[in-house]
């Protein structure tokens, strides 16, 4: 079955650079998109961006542009996002998502930032 | 970028009762909608692609309709396992593909 795993929660303090990571299975990971989501406590759904795992294209919401970088690693189907110049409004459970919409979903990782 | 504006913003419904969601997007998103529901503590699930097909084990109480701005997502009887908040998502203009502020169905 298709599964998205995500890294463990991180706390980072403010100026601080995060990495998550989303191991893909259960398909062929260079197939459909990976999105990116966030959500703060108690808040809706905010997109971020999404990556073409296949060919690494990129595109970024405007609010993340140049904050932001998604990566992959094929080899072990494995996707990343990295957010940098952290602050505390950047404290939320970030998600990837398979394709567009978002057929499957990973479980989340909680990202505190905190001084 | 377009805007994604769901209504109403709580909803409050008995079990059994039929429960009428609407999402409105700021220009035409042609049928690129999605719907999605998410519980507390979980991630979001698809429920709706295309404006109107039901994702993968989707009961069929739950449907969508519409295209271009305006679009519904009906419960039509609601289960103990419905409640919870559903967000739209337009993925026709991207990036962004942008959500909706979602609407909250609790138990009246």
């Known amino acids: 079955q298709v599964q998205l795993v995500q890294s463990g929660a991180e706390v980072k303090k403010p100026g601080a650079s995060v990495k998550v990571s989303c191991k893909a299975s259960g398909y062929t990971f260079t197939s459909y998109d990976i999105n990116w989501v966030r959500q703060a406590t108690g808040q809706g759904l905010e997109w971020m961006g999404w990556?073409?795992?296949?060919?690494?294209?990129?595109g970024y919401a405007q609010k993340f542009q140049g904050r932001v970088t998604m990566t992959r690693n094929t080899s072990i189907s494995t996707a990343y996002m990295e957010l940098s110049s952290l602050r505390s409004e950047d404290t939320a459970v970030y998600y990837c998502a398979r394709g567009r919409p978002g057929l499957n979903w990973g479980q989340g990782t909680l990202v505190t930032v905190s001084s | 970028e377009i805007v994604m504006t769901q209504s109403p913003a709580t909803l409050s419904v008995s079990p059994g009762e039929r429960a009428t969601l609407s999402c409105r997007a700021s220009?035409?998103?042609?049928?690129?909608l999605a719907w999605y529901q998410q519980k507390p503590g979980q991630a979001p699930r698809l429920l709706i692609y295309?404006?109107?097909t039901r994702a993968t084990g989707i009961p069929a109480r739950f449907s969508g309709s519409g295209s271009g701005t305006e679009f519904t997502l009906t419960i039509s009887s609601l289960q103990s396992e419905d409640f919870a908040v559903y967000y739209c998502q337009q993925y026709n203009n991207w990036p962004p593909n942008t959500f909706g502020g979602g609407t909250k169905v609790e138990i009246k």
């Open positions: 295309g404006a109107s």
């Open positions: 990556m073409n795992p296949n060919s690494g294209n990129t």
């Open positions: 220009q035409s998103v042609s049928s690129n």
